[in-house]
């Protein structure tokens, strides 16, 4: 008999990892279900405070669903360390022999998964009820694809640092919020373009561009802010 | 020769050193302070625009040079702090982020002052003025992030490694904003032979005035970064010597 535990591959572990992550997500819906009504009841307070008139908020409208996106992708930070943090499971995270690198992109992968690509499907919905011209649909959405995802990494970075104290809420907006001015300032850019009929190319390989730096340095800072943060 | 350099990484010999550097660094920028202050406010000429408004830039430009000077500084300090350890460059980095955030702020107030005279306006969302907000931003998250630790270590560390993601961050985001929008008018040109050029007699002065704002930044700098040395090694035998001899000493004065 062979009392050797089975070694686990990398890709094997990254797929359970991402089996768990799913799972639990399935588990505790709220996670998912709350960052996204905030995005909608947000979004929606827009016309109730500014007024209704559907020349301004066309012109308000990708600023406005861009800049809540940012704070739902912000409010959902939470779940992706908390949890984890508090029933030690970050720890083994740590401490296991998979390449670390590839397990924090695969946990934030999977949390964008949940809490990102539901909010880049919702987004035409609240551009038609901010009455936003046919032509900016595209736009958004591809500008909202590949910008949160890095929103979504910027965020795990401020997650990792305040995971460990009890009051880390608004410290991880103070902290995360300037960073990713450059996401919002590039996407709102790309709708704006091509509703003054630019090409917007451009700026979305410019989004690209951020999204591959977070992708290649971002796992690499919340590595470090995780052992610190686990210590 | 280089000892020197390497002494100033343990806190007791940049302590030592320190003390015998300050009385310097407190004469010299309050020379330059008064030179610059006394000729750039009471001789240089009036712009020929501007009239006497232009006399704020003594103040704004030499600010904003620091405030990102300083977060470069803080950087590295940081950086070394995570690579090598040094704990002095950790007690720098912690003195630089409420430093630096303060003469951010200067930037923007008397950015502002002078706004309202030459463009009629307090603020504008122009691309300088809001990276220069942001710096303040990013500084406020570092000293708030290590403010919110319960240890030392942990909050050090963590505050290093949000510096470093902030200097990979800040020139994104400088360009971003500078795409975003451009109202500020282009930096003047500082070679002397450009067409349009200030006079020497008016930028003499902001030399002066550069070099001692820098010597203020210094000495806040120094003196913080002294008082966190006595916190942090308050239990070690030199610093409790120092403070017998401080106790005697006030104790034959009185």
């Not at chain 1, 905030?38 to 669903?65: K, Q």
């Not at chain 2, 955030?101 to 003025?129: E, H, N, Q």
């Not at chain 2, 961050?169 to 795409?179: A, F």
């Not at chain 2, 930096?187 to 550069?210: K, V, Y």
Request: with cysteine.
């Amino acid at each position: 008999m062979n009392s050797q535990p089975k070694l686990l591959t990398t890709s094997g572990a990254l797929g359970a990892g991402l089996r768990r992550e799913l799972q639990l997500a399935v588990r505790s819906p709220g996670n998912t279900i709350n960052p996204l009504m905030f995005f909608i009841i947000s979004v929606s307070l827009f016309p109730l405070g500014g007024g209704s008139d559907s020349v301004y908020l066309s012109s308000i409208a990708p600023g406005v669903i861009w800049v809540t996106a940012l704070l739902a992708v912000m409010l959902s930070m939470e779940s992706l360390f908390r949890s984890d943090y508090e029933d030690g499971s970050l720890e083994q995270l740590l401490l296991s022999p998979q390449p670390l690198y590839f397990q924090l992109l695969m946990k934030v992968f999977s949390h964008w998964l949940v809490t990102g690509l539901p909010l880049v499907l919702l987004a035409p919905l609240l551009g038609l009820m901010l009455s936003l011209p046919v032509q900016g649909y595209l736009p958004l959405v591809c500008g909202l694809l590949l910008g949160t995802p890095t929103l979504s990494l910027i965020g795990a970075i401020g997650m990792a640092l305040t995971v460990g104290l009890s009051r880390g809420g608004v410290l991880l907006a103070v902290l995360v919020l300037p960073l990713s001015i450059p996401v919002l300032v590039f996407g709102t850019g790309v709708v704006d373009a091509a509703l003054t009929g630019q090409n917007f190319a451009g700026l979305l390989a410019l989004l690209g561009a951020i999204l591959a730096l977070a992708l290649s340095l971002a796992p690499l800072a919340i590595g470090a802010a995780l052992r610190i943060s686990v210590n | 020769m280089w000892q020197w350099f390497y002494k100033l990484g343990s806190p007791r010999h940049f302590y030592d050193m320190t003390t015998a550097f300050l009385p310097w660094l407190y004469g010299i920028t309050f020379f330059l302070l008064i030179v610059g202050l006394v000729w750039g406010l009471g001789f240089a000429p009036p712009d020929y625009q501007m009239g006497d408004n232009y006399r704020i830039v003594y103040i704004h430009v030499p600010s904003a040079s620091i405030a990102l000077g300083g977060y470069a500084m803080m950087a590295c300090m940081a950086a070394m702090h995570m690579i090598w350890k040094i704990k002095m460059a950790d007690i720098v980095a912690k003195a630089i982020a409420p430093v630096g955030g303060m003469f951010c702020a200067l930037c923007l107030f008397s950015g502002s002052f002078w706004g309202k005279p030459t463009w009629g306006t307090y603020w504008v969302w122009d691309a300088r003025i809001t990276s220069t907000l942001i710096l303040l931003f990013v500084y406020v998250g570092v000293a708030a992030l290590r403010n919110a630790f319960d240890s030392e270590n942990a909050g050090s560390k963590a505050a290093s490694v949000l510096t470093i993601v902030g200097i990979v961050n800040l020139p994104i985001i400088h360009y971003s904003v500078n795409w975003w929008n451009t109202l500020h008018q282009v930096g003047s040109d500082l070679s002397l032979q450009a067409e349009g050029a200030n006079p020497p007699e008016i930028w003499i002065p902001a030399f002066f005035m550069g070099f001692a704002l820098l010597g203020i930044f210094l000495l806040a700098i120094i003196l913080r970064s002294r008082n966190e040395i006595l916190v942090r090694e308050r239990r070690t035998q030199w610093v409790q010597d120092l403070l017998d001899h401080d106790l005697q000493e006030g104790l034959q004065r009185a």
